[in-house]
């Protein structure tokens, strides 16, 4: 049994609510709401992502005997709650915003209407999904936004935060713009397109650096990709000159060179000469080591000759902003708005809809938060995706995906298109949903 895939993958409390619920008999509909409170620093918009993790995470919501044999062995559960667990499938209902949607704070990006015990299970797994993947994603999108359309691989599988965080940083970066993955399984779950070259070792083992660049390019031919930094980087780019020569004999052309140390630009820009005088213009440079999105903008702004950039450890981990301060609060019970008025933590009652509105040259303007029967003008942001445990629509190729996220991005302001973040966008709750704020306070 995949583990991921476990009812048990899960906070305790949730198990231990739902309990009280089903023995208080409190199974009327609760509608919860997934949104993040406030921006990371330096960032100016978040793009969701993880909703087809979430709605199979959903449709698939079952409770195995041996976990059901588990839970009843630790002596903390009735047998009432047991029996629930059962024969637990989830029958609600979901809203969404489509992947690859820019948002802003404040902003529900999924809904959940369910009974009770079944939406406040789910909590931790849809904040576990939603988070990680939109972090990822809208990390993935600043560098995309740099990158002035030069192709962005992700390498950052080694050093993820566990395998299931790997292979989805891989879907969430593909997603938000990048070019593909040297993450294998990526390729095979979500038809990413794989790129990969060679490692150090692979040189270190030869006993000479030009036997190791001859070996992997009769091994690939058609992917002759060397990395030439274990030694010397300019003298390796002479070595690539020379092999190329005989190479062609056997119809093998080199495609390309990987640098992943050092003053990446200046070794660039002398091994683009020694490439292009040795014969060699059609090769790629492909540039790797511990890239983010800061070293990319000061690389193209160099105007380094580097074809493509390889992003690993500082995407996946997202690691300037490595957490969301998301939430998944109720907003309804039996009909009954509720809110949240912890400090720093309040929250907007009621099931809500964001509506987007754009200017004149067609950019993004500013969204406006209401209730859900409240009237709103632009586009609405979150649709039905889920109705009574069942997708409406089938799973979206990644393809599509990618062509929502870069509209999306082409749409943004100016000012939230710079790293630094740039001037806040407007979000304005709209004046029912003030109205049912104040009404929900009157009556606490």
């Keep these: 049994m995949n583990p991921c895939s476990s009812i048990l993958l899960t906070d305790l409390y949730q198990l231990t609510m739902m309990q009280a619920y089903v023995e208080?008999?409190?199974?009327?509909?609760?509608?919860?709401?997934?949104?993040?409170?406030?921006?990371p620093a330096q960032r100016g918009f978040l793009m969701a992502?993880?909703?087809?993790?979430?709605?199979?995470?959903?449709?698939?919501?079952r409770v195995s005997q041996a976990e059901l044999e588990w839970l009843e062995q630790t002596g903390r559960f009735s047998q009432s709650c047991l029996d629930y667990l059962e024969t637990l499938r989830f029958s609600g209902d979901v809203h969404a915003m489509r992947e690859g949607t820019v948002f802003f704070p404040n902003e529900p990006i999924l809904r959940v209407r369910a009974p009770l015990p079944q939406a406040q299970l789910v909590e931790t797994r849809i904040m576990n999904l939603l988070n990680f993947q939109t972090l990822i994603a809208s990390k993935a999108a600043r560098s995309v936004l740099v990158a002035g359309g030069k192709p962005l691989i992700d390498f950052g599988l080694r050093r993820a935060h566990g395998a299931e965080a790997g292979l989805l940083a891989a879907r969430a970066s593909y997603?938000?713009?990048?070019?593909?993955?040297?993450?294998?399984?990526?390729?095979?779950?979500?038809?990413?397109?794989?790129?990969?070259?060679m490692a150090h070792s692979f040189v270190q083992a030869h006993k000479d650096e030009a036997t190791a660049f001859e070996h992997l390019a009769l091994s690939q031919p058609e992917n002759a990709v060397l990395l030439i930094?274990?030694?010397?980087?300019?003298?390796?780019?002479?070595?690539?000159?020379?092999?190329?020569?005989?190479?062609?004999?056997?119809?093998?052309?080199?495609?390309?060179?990987?640098?992943?140390s050092g003053d990446l630009a200046d070794h660039a820009r002398k091994v683009r000469r020694i490439l292009d005088e040795g014969g060699l213009p059609q090769a790629r440079i492909l540039a790797s080591g511990n890239l983010d999105e800061y070293q990319l903008q000061r690389l193209i702004g160099s105007e380094a000759p580097i074809d493509s950039f390889a992003v690993g450890t500082a995407m996946t981990t997202s690691a300037d902003a490595p957490s969301l301060d998301c939430a998944y609060k109720l907003q309804e019970y039996a009909g009954r708005p509720c809110r949240k008025r912890s400090e720093g933590k309040a929250t907007w009652p009621g099931s809500k809809q964001v509506y987007r509105q754009y200017r004149h040259d067609g950019r993004c303007d500013h969204d406006l938060v209401t209730t859900v029967e409240a009237s709103g003008t632009g586009d609405p942001l979150l649709h039905p995706v889920m109705t009574g445990g069942r997708r409406l629509v089938p799973a979206q190729k990644l393809t599509e995906l990618r062509q929502r996220a870069a509209t999306e991005l082409a749409l943004l302001p100016d000012s939230l298109r710079s790293l630094e973040g740039g001037q806040a966008y407007e979000v304005r709750i709209s004046q029912p949903l003030h109205d049912l704020t104040l009404a929900v306070d009157q009556s606490v």
Aim: no cysteine; hydrophobic share 50%; aromatic share 10%.
């Design 49 to 61: 992502a993880g909703l087809e993790q979430v709605l199979d995470f959903l449709e698939q919501l």
């Design 24 to 39: 208080q008999g409190m199974m009327d509909t609760a509608v919860f709401e997934f949104f993040v409170r406030r921006l």
């Design 175 to 197: 997603l938000a713009g990048f070019a593909g993955t040297a993450t294998v399984l990526a390729g095979m779950e979500y038809d990413i397109p794989l790129y990969g070259t």
């Design 229 to 260: 930094d274990t030694y010397d980087t300019e003298a390796a780019a002479h070595k690539v000159v020379a092999l190329a020569r005989s190479l062609r004999q056997q119809d093998i052309m080199v495609k390309g060179v990987r640098l992943d």
